[in-house]
């Protein structure tokens, strides 16, 4: 394969989000990238979101310093009679993220990945919350979910935590690191790269992955492992905001990359 040949296409619409761009110019002013050109990684993996063979040994992923983060795998969320269950349900379909997400956390397990369960719970009365909650922590509050000992606060059974892996506690707002012992484990077990799957894909999974990236940890997000209220604000939290802090992978690449 000459210098000539295209090996990936980074969307018009991403353009002036991305540094590095040296190169010819597609149709629909979408960015062509060719072989050997001096493109930033962000160029490269902007790439329609998946990576070309020209980039299938640009990451590869060391099992001890590795963990999959399952951000609220909830009854609320995940199961019929679940409180937000209906919200998210379209787009759990279209992406079938918790077939998805089983697989990557057998392939982890396998290779010898920490496996963490990032659960969001609130005693009952929420008296963890200011007395006016407003945005989505007041949904919460309304629809009376992630109640402590409650059914819908428990993780689903199909990923429930397994012997070795770790419960991270005092999940209470949306970034995961925010109020929880997380990272004081990723560092005492010498973890450096992160990859988060689960709820919503704009705000928990978004949240975390935001400070992850600012803590100096190589992030991974699970596309095809994640789910959001409506398909629209899933697409779009995908295609413009975790290209620019995390490597999106779907679960077949992750996985296949865990050496």
């Known amino acids: 394969m000459d210098s000539n040949t ?23 002013g979408a960015l062509v990238l060719f072989r050997g050109g001096d493109y930033s990684d962000l160029d490269r993996l902007h790439c329609c979101g998946r990576f070309t ?39 759990m379909e279209k992406t079938d993220m918790l077939a998805n997400t089983a697989r990557v956390v057998e392939a982890a397990r396998a290779a010898g990945v920490t496996v963490m369960h990032a659960p969001i719970t609130f005693a009952e009365g929420y008296n963890e919350l200011g007395k006016h909650p407003y945005g989505i922590l007041k949904g919460v509050v309304d629809g009376g979910v992630f109640v402590k000992g409650t059914w819908g606060a428990a993780i689903i059974d199909e990923l429930a935590p397994a012997e070795g892996d770790i419960v991270i506690e005092g999940k209470r707002g949306l970034d995961t690191f925010a109020s929880t012992n997380l990272d004081f484990i990723l560092r ?63 679960a077949e690449e992750f996985s296949s990359r865990l050496s």
Not at 208 to 216: L, P
Not at 227 to 241: F, L, P
């Open 6 to 28: 295209p090996v990936g296409v980074v969307p018009g619409s991403a353009r002036g989000r991305i540094s590095g761009c040296d190169s010819s110019p597609g149709g629909d």
């Open 53 to 91: 063979a020209y980039q299938e040994d640009a990451l590869k992923f060391d099992p001890n310093t590795t963990a999959v983060v399952l951000i609220e795998y909830q009854n609320d969320f995940t199961s019929e009679g679940g409180g937000l269950h209906d919200a998210v349900r379209p787009v």
């Open 188 to 250: 005492s077990k010498g973890i450096t790269t992160i990859a988060l799957g689960g709820f919503l894909t704009n705000c928990c999974v978004e949240s975390t992955m935001r400070s992850g990236y600012e803590n100096g940890y190589q992030v991974v997000t699970l596309s095809d492992c994640v789910a959001a209220t409506s398909v629209e604000e899933h697409d779009n939290a995908i295609a413009y905001d975790y290209p620019m802090f995390s490597t999106p992978m779907t």
